[in-house]
């Protein structure tokens, strides 16, 4: 099994209520802390931007999740995978 410290720079998927209470969503990690993950969202950034009202910025902004805001992280490994609805099953 991978670590999540082998993750960073890489898209994940999360399950964070705060930023999305219904769906899994894909974010960069792009670091580790004790007690949680910094990431980039771009539903996030999107919301950022469209409550500021910018329609660009120089920067991108990442954001502190600590791990008991998180539900779950999905982690792969490098084997197939197939959808079992797309073959009938």
């Given at each position: 099994?991978r670590?999540l410290?082998?993750?960073?720079g890489e898209i994940?998927?999360?399950?964070?209520?705060?930023?999305?209470?219904?769906r899994?969503?894909?974010?960069?990690?792009?670091?580790i802390e004790?007690?949680g993950?910094?990431i980039?969202?771009?539903?996030?950034?999107?919301?950022?931007?469209?409550k500021?009202h910018f329609?660009s910025s120089?920067?991108?902004?990442i954001v502190?999740?600590?791990?008991?805001?998180?539900?779950f992280?999905?982690?792969?490994?490098?084997?197939?995978?197939l959808?079992?609805s797309?073959?009938?099953?």
């Amino acid at each position: 099994m991978r670590s999540l410290a082998s993750m960073i720079g890489e898209i994940i998927i999360v399950r964070i209520p705060l930023l999305d209470a219904e769906r899994m969503i894909l974010v960069k990690l792009h670091g580790i802390e004790l007690h949680g993950i910094w990431i980039e969202s771009q539903d996030f950034t999107n919301q950022l931007m469209e409550k500021f009202h910018f329609s660009s910025s120089r920067t991108t902004p990442i954001v502190f999740v600590p791990f008991v805001k998180v539900d779950f992280i999905v982690a792969s490994l490098d084997s197939l995978s197939l959808s079992e609805s797309s073959f009938g099953l």
